[in-house]
């Protein structure tokens, strides 16, 4: 294969795919309720003085100013028993009545004061309780609606003092504790803790707020500075943020606190690749791949950057394992193609780019190149220019597709278009000047 062949064909493509993980308690169960409905009628009339609201913060934390200690609650009625239910509101309603009730009476054993925090979710507090001892009342409130009705109810608590947060944030901490809870399923209670800021942060991301998930992770870490998933996230954000130096001290954070945290293995070598230093990228992705060796992104990664560095024969062990663990994806199956067409494999690759353009009918990159080897074989040569001319249209601004159509033109003896295309892919940033000028010295010697 000449030069010219080889740049046709190795593509450098930067990426800013970081390995990010929701919190751990995440995998064990996500609940699917359907959201709570407002609070009836029922509980209005049997409780018209209770507080809803801001006011029923304000009023709380009135009550508490002289508090040196103490603890919040928020629960809500889980609004479906097993996966597929949804209860009538009828139900979701009288639950929340008995757990007003319950919710009530367990205030006026304890001293404490309870109210509306919105829609569908009731709230108490506790003077003189420590979250531990209100994570246990939580229980015993759990285990009496579940003795009525068996109805459950999901719960979360915080506690005040709290070395990060003032007391007025203790609604908003126990909020975020009932967020936590909800990743265990139906019937669960969760003190606030590193996770739950961790999931708080997590929200955020996925929301595209990086700066407030950043602000949720350090304080995560002021409260468990070894969480080593906290560390990984917060890495990612500086990642996205392009502050490469504290994003990789968080990556060798997390490294350092677990020798098998893969992610963190991975997201140095990314970080190692967007700043230039390829091979130093490719030992931290062989190392999380040993680790964990059947994670698509680092398999696809690893492939990819052994094509980047001209050595495709290792690069197909990894692309054909990360096909394997993701055959619908066409990005794989397109620089597979390109990795056995750098290795003279040429039908192997059409079969690989076929396969490319059968999972995504978009895929420029694919159609390029397939029309490319149509055309170099001699075979099907209005496919080609087919394949060529519609890869432009969906990608009119990727100078190596102008240069392959430009090249199909001039095969075809279709030397105008074939210069403007050239053109275009010099303007474009690909380097088409040893065509350009031997089309106009052609045009020279010609006159």
Request: glycine share 8%; charged share 25%.
């Amino acid at each position: 294969m000449s030069v010219k062949d080889k740049k046709l064909f190795c593509r450098q493509e930067s990426t800013r795919h970081f390995l990010f993980s929701s919190t751990e308690p995440g995998r064990v169960q996500r609940t699917k309720t359907a959201a709570s409905p407002p609070l009836g009628k029922a509980l209005q009339s049997a409780f018209p003085q209770v507080l809803t609201g801001s006011r029923f913060i304000k009023r709380a934390l009135q009550q508490l100013e002289a508090a040196t200690c103490f603890a919040a609650m928020v629960a809500r009625i889980d609004s479906s028993l097993q996966d597929g239910e949804k209860p009538a509101e009828a139900f979701i309603t009288a639950g929340q009545l008995e757990l007003a009730t319950i919710l009530s009476d367990s205030c006026s054993l304890e001293k404490g004061w309870w109210g509306i925090l919105e829609p569908g979710i009731l709230s108490a507090v506790f003077p003189g309780k420590t979250d531990r001892q209100c994570l246990e009342l939580a229980g015993r409130i759990q285990e009496k609606l579940a003795r009525q009705n068996g109805r459950t109810a999901t719960l979360g608590v915080a506690a005040y003092p709290n070395v990060t947060y003032p007391r007025e944030k203790i609604f908003e901490n126990a909020s975020k504790a009932l967020e936590h809870a909800a990743f265990f399923g139906p019937n669960s209670a969760v003190a606030f803790d590193a996770v739950s800021l961790n999931i708080s942060g997590d929200k955020l991301y996925e929301n595209g707020n990086v700066k407030g998930a950043i602000a949720e992770f350090k304080k995560a870490l002021e409260l468990d500075g070894a969480n080593v998933n906290v560390h990984n996230s917060l890495g990612v954000c500086y990642g996205l943020q392009a502050k490469y130096d504290q994003a990789m001290q968080e990556f060798k954070t997390a490294a350092a606190l677990d020798g098998s945290e893969y992610m963190a293995l991975y997201n140095m070598g990314l970080i190692n690749k967007l700043t230039g230093h390829p091979r130093q990228a490719l030992d931290f992705f062989l190392k999380a791949g040993k680790v964990r060796p059947t994670v698509f992104e680092i398999a696809f990664q690893t492939g990819k950057l052994y094509l980047e560095l001209e050595k495709p024969e290792k690069a197909t062990a990894f692309l054909e394992q990360a096909a394997e663990l993701e055959p619908e994806s066409s990005t794989v199956l397109r620089f597979l193609g390109d990795c056995h067409e750098a290795q003279g494999r040429t039908q192997a690759a059409i079969t690989a780019y076929t396969r490319a353009i059968r999972q995504n009918p978009q895929d420029a990159a694919a159609m390029s190149a397939l029309g490319y080897l149509f055309d170099r074989q001699g075979e099907n040569l209005e496919i080609a220019l087919m394949f060529c001319r519609e890869s432009v249209a969906l990608a009119p601004e990727d100078g190596l597709l102008r240069y392959r159509l430009g090249q199909l033109y001039y095969h075809q003896n279709r030397v105008p278009e074939a210069l403007n295309e050239f053109k275009k892919a010099e303007q474009l940033g690909y380097d088409a000047s040893g065509e350009i000028s031997k089309i106009e010295n052609q045009k020279k010697a010609a006159k």
